[in-house]
């Protein structure tokens, strides 16, 4: 029997496509009554960054979904996106741009597959069960043969799965090995289960670390599904407003992406808010995964000692353990995390550049880049808080 022919369609607004379909490849476990494994590929959370205007004209997100095709039958789609700058990505290569540009290339716009603004790992190539082998193929060998003809600098998938890096790296691209930290919840029966996990010193500094923040002379209460109002997203535009200004210049949310979310994604996250003298003074937003709680933004009007600790990272791991979660992503960057039970663990992309030469180098760098991470990884899980047989179990 011939090979059906795949056709690689570009759609520019998720309004053009049928939300059950996209999930039918981007989430098909809620189909069964699952919950999401996570929420940012699915079709009402990467409409909610349209309809507010988080992405699209303006901010350097310009989408280009990539979907591919059977004889009308929709069987795999790809977030993408054209990017004219390199932020909100967190998967770094700004010194890659710099340093075509310096030899007289023009490394912008470039083409992105990637969840916007959420450095969160999940799957990038989202495949109708039943064409994994045929969807991974055309939507890999679509999005070069696009940059291709289109004369991008490059293509890049950030924050994959590594089972889909290992793939890609089979297809011809480019594996990038990076790490974040991460908790993993070890059938923990309650908190203190998991203290009892730490070695002596590093249990009673975060006891002594919770205490002074939930003695901050207020209260802290999770909000989720129902529970979330328009008012919590008053006070919680106000925190993201805060530390967005501080570390990005200017939010890459905008107001309108939490309205949007009350109404589609309300079930998809837990809100932690502080509340002191009648006021919210300090959040923290999660999302819900079948597996996962990923913490994604924090923020104050009011800073009190430890209170970003207990909101953003002790708070979540209470959480996932109520929920029977397997762990929590807390987001990029932050080696603070790591006397707190998160370990460093690996995150993948995948790169495609176009020029030879250039494209000779980043292999090289990242070959070495890989090396470097796993000796980073071993080392930093030395110093972690777990009792010594802990640790070697973790090895």
């Known amino acids: 029997m011939p090979e059906q ?12 496509i049928d939300p059950k379909e996209w999930d039918a490849c981007a989430c098909p476990e809620e189909t069964g009554g699952a919950r999401a494994i996570d929420p940012f590929t699915t079709h009402r959370f990467l ?40 932020q909100g990505e967190y998967i770094f290569d700004h010194n890659w741009a710099h340093a075509y540009e310096r030899a007289g290339g023009r490394y912008y ?11 969160a790992t999940g799957r990038r190539f989202l495949i109708r069960p039943g064409f994994e082998e045929t969807g991974f193929a055309a939507l890999t060998q679509g999005a070069v043969e696009l940059a291709t003809n289109n004369r991008v600098s490059s293509l890049h998938v950030t924050f994959c799965t590594q089972q889909e890096a290992e793939r890609g790296a089979e297809l011809g691209l480019m ?12 059938k923990y029966a309650n908190f203190d289960a998991f203290l009892d996990s730490l070695s002596s010193r590093k249990r009673k500094n975060i006891r002594k670390e919770r205490a002074k923040a939930q003695g901050f002379g207020g209260t802290i209460q999770i909000f989720t599904g129902d529970e979330l109002q328009p008012e919590h997203w008053d006070a919680f535009w106000a925190f ?8 990005w210049g200017t939010p890459y949310l905008t107001r309108a992406f939490f309205d949007v979310a009350q109404e589609t994604l309300r079930n998809d996250m837990a809100l932690v808010l502080a509340e002191r003298n009648g006021r919210w003074v300090a ?33 979540a791991m209470d959480l996932a353990i109520s929920l029977g979660l397997d762990r929590v992503e807390a987001g990029a960057q ?13 995150t993948w992309s995948l790169h495609w550049v176009a020029d030879p030469g250039f494209r000779d180098a980043i ?16 080392v930093l899980t030395t110093y972690g808080p777990f009792k010594r047989a802990k640790v070697e179990e973790q090895e």
């Open 334 to 346: 932050g080696e603070h995390k790591l006397a707190r039970g998160y370990l460093p663990t690996p």
């Open 283 to 315: 959040g923290a937003l999660n999302f819900i995964g079948a597996k996962t709680l990923f913490g994604r933004y924090w923020g104050c009007t009011e800073h009190h000692p430890f209170l970003h600790f207990e909101l953003c990272y002790y708070q």
């Open 5 to 16: 022919a795949v056709e690689i369609r570009l759609i520019s607004s998720l309004r053009e």
């Open 175 to 186: 594996r990038r090995k990076t790490q974040q930290f991460h908790w993993l919840n070890d």
């Open 363 to 378: 292999d090289q760098y990242l070959t070495a880049e890989r090396e470097a991470v796993d000796q980073e990884i071993s």
């Open 109 to 119: 716009p470039k083409l992105q597959i990637a969840v916007p603004h959420t450095p």
């Open 240 to 247: 993201y407003q805060d530390t967005g200004a501080r570390k």
């Open 47 to 86: 409409d909610a960054l349209e309809q507010s205007r988080s992405v699209g004209a303006g901010t350097g997100w310009q989408p280009q979904y990539l979907t591919a095709w059977i004889s009308g039958k929709l069987i795999a789609v790809a977030p993408m996106y054209a990017k004219s700058h390199s």
